[in-house]
Nanobody, 120 residues
Framework: QVQLAESGGGLVQAGGSLRLSCAAS????????MGWYRQAPGKQRELVAV???????NYADSVKGRFTVSRDNAKNTVYLQMNSLKPEDTASYYC??????????????WGQGTQVTVSS
């Protein structure tokens, strides 16, 4: 089993920045995709950004140029640097880690979520 511990959420004014962190512990062998999703009230959970073990990244169009996902393999941690925050970025942000082989997700783990609120 894998445990994910998130930190870094909070309240910020529009235009401000926050940095989310997610540290993994437990049976982390083979975890090769790390990332962040978010869910706003009344909406479905959506991809924000992911990063593979090789460093390939993918971002939602709505955050491109503002958010940066990174990982520290030695610390088993994934980060999300969020700049130029907008009120529409307000959501619960969830850390996600997977073992992916080819096109198959072998295992999938979620954090508890951390709230990000951006005031206008």
């Amino acid at each position: 089993q894998v445990q994910l511990a998130e930190s870094g959420g909070g309240l910020v004014q529009a235009g401000g920045s926050l940095r989310l962190s997610c540290a993994a512990s437990g049976d982390i062998f083979g975890i090769n995709v790390m990332g962040w999703y978010r869910q706003a009230p009344g909406k479905q959970r959506e991809l924000v950004a992911v990063i593979t073990s090789g460093g390939t990244t993918n971002y939602a169009d709505s955050v491109k140029g503002r958010f940066t996902v990174s990982r520290d393999n030695a610390k088993n941690t994934v980060y999300l640097q969020m700049n130029s925050l907008k009120p529409e970025d307000t959501a619960s942000y969830y850390c996600n880690m997977k073992r992916v082989t080819g096109l198959t997700t072998m295992s999938n783990y979620w954090g508890q979520g951390t709230q990000v609120t951006v005031s206008s």
